[in-house]
């Protein structure tokens, strides 16, 4: 081979590697550089270990910031402060103090507010904390409306917002019987939000902050996901997956429920939630290992006609695909 021929390919090898580094435009970029909730500053008493410190009522800064959020993702819903912070903060605190080892050490550290409103567009949002242009932590902000619900009825109707009702619908039990409360509920909803603020302090994925993300190069999303709405696997093993929307009611499950669940149980993916972009895959995937693997606690789905079970699978954390996945979450936790 020429020498000419080979310089050749190493300058076009460059360029497509500075190509699929830049990644696709981060919507989201502006919003969280510009408010002064992603700002140390606006933090103090961090130092405390009551969680009641760490808990707000809507203020205008978190306001601000959901109104954003929800214009980039098209939804038109503007939140407003919680009308019983009390009582809802009570059964917060319940939910926080429940946890335990690693998960609770992380939680203090890294979780440094949390904000409750209602009509917030969905049951949760996170954001990211800077300290010297590193990222130290985040925030959460809860919907109290739509937490106001025990843990298999709130996890059961956020499954259910996908599809259009009719006589096919699904339920998901994710706790036995005496401990299925509204303090679990929020328990599994806060360390999925959290898990978003994981995957930018240590690192897992593209920053938040970045104009641009590309997930090519993190090897926790190898060969799963291309870009942050865009999955390997959508052009061939699990099409309709592009089309599926949480808080939409847009799919009819009876004519879908086939090419997504059964499906679903044979991908990277344990849960269907964790496929709707990259990075609800791994905040997906680290409420899925701490319930199932490190709490052994239940996670069962069932799809039901006219009340009669006629699909069931579990969530899928303990896949031989989500190897790497899980070692990861493990380095994370017990490192």
Same mark, same amino acid.
């Given at each position: 081979m020429c020498r000419l021929f080979v310089v050749f390919i190493l300058i076009f090898e460059t360029f497509y590697s500075c190509k699929e580094e830049a990644g696709d435009p981060n919507p989201y970029s502006d919003v969280l550089s510009s408010t002064p909730l992603s700002r140390i500053e606006n933090y103090v008493g961090l130092e405390s270990p009551d969680w009641a410190s760490r808990i707000f009522n809507l203020d205008n800064y978190a306001l601000d910031y959901v109104n954003e959020l929800n214009r980039v993702d098209g939804f038109a819903e503007s939140p407003s402060p919680a009308k019983d912070l009390n009582t809802f903060k009570s059964t917060l605190i319940d939910a926080l103090n429940s946890q335990?080892? #690693?998960?609770?050490?992380?939680?203090?550290?890294?979780?440094?507010?949390?904000?409750?409103?209602?009509?917030?567009?969905?049951?949760?949002?996170?954001?990211?904390?800077?300290?010297?242009?590193?990222?130290?932590?985040?925030?959460?902000?809860?919907?109290?409306?739509?937490?106001?619900?025990?843990?298999?009825?709130?996890?059961?109707?956020?499954?259910?917002?996908?599809?259009?009702?009719?006589?096919?619908?699904i339920r998901i039990r994710i706790e036995e019987e005496k401990q299925n409360t509204k303090a679990n509920a929020l328990r599994y909803i806060v360390l999925h939000e959290f898990g978003h603020i994981l995957s930018e302090t240590e690192k897992i994925g593209p920053s938040f902050f970045s104009s641009k993300r590309s997930f090519a190069n993190f090897e926790f999303y190898?060969?799963?996901?291309?870009?942050?709405?865009?999955?390997?696997?959508?052009?061939?093993?699990?099409?309709?997956? #592009?089309?599926?929307?949480?808080?939409?009611?847009?799919?009819?499950?009876?004519?879908?429920?086939?090419?997504?669940? #059964?499906?679903?149980?044979?991908?990277?993916?344990?849960?269907?939630?964790?496929?709707?972009?990259?990075?609800?895959?791994?905040?997906?995937?680290?409420?899925?290992?701490?319930?199932?693997?490190?709490?052994?606690?239940?996670?069962?789905?069932?799809?039901?006609?006219?009340?009669? #079970?006629?699909?069931?699978?579990?969530?899928?954390?303990?896949?031989?695909?989500?190897?790497?996945?899980?070692?990861?979450?493990?380095?994370?936790?017990?490192?």
């Open positions: 335990t080892g #690693p998960v609770a050490s992380l939680l203090k550290n890294k979780l440094l507010r949390i904000y409750v409103c209602e009509n917030l567009g969905g049951s949760a949002v996170s954001g990211i904390v800077r300290k010297d242009g590193k990222s130290v932590g985040g925030f959460v902000i809860l919907d109290a409306n739509t937490l106001n619900r025990n843990a298999d009825d709130w996890i059961s109707y956020k499954e259910n917002s996908t599809f259009q009702k009719g006589n096919i619908k190898k060969e799963v996901w291309k870009s942050e709405k865009v999955s390997y696997l959508d052009d061939s093993t699990f099409t309709i997956r #592009p089309q599926i929307r949480f808080y939409s009611e847009s799919l009819s499950l009876e004519d879908n429920w086939e090419k997504i669940y #059964p499906i679903l149980s044979k991908t990277p993916f344990p849960t269907l939630y964790s496929a709707a972009n990259a990075d609800d895959f791994f905040a997906d995937s680290f409420v899925s290992y701490v319930h199932v693997i490190l709490e052994k606690k239940p996670w069962e789905l069932e799809i039901l006609k006219n009340d009669k #079970p006629i699909f069931r699978m579990g969530n899928g954390i303990e896949k031989d695909t989500l190897t790497i996945q899980r070692k990861m979450i493990e380095k994370i936790l017990f490192l």
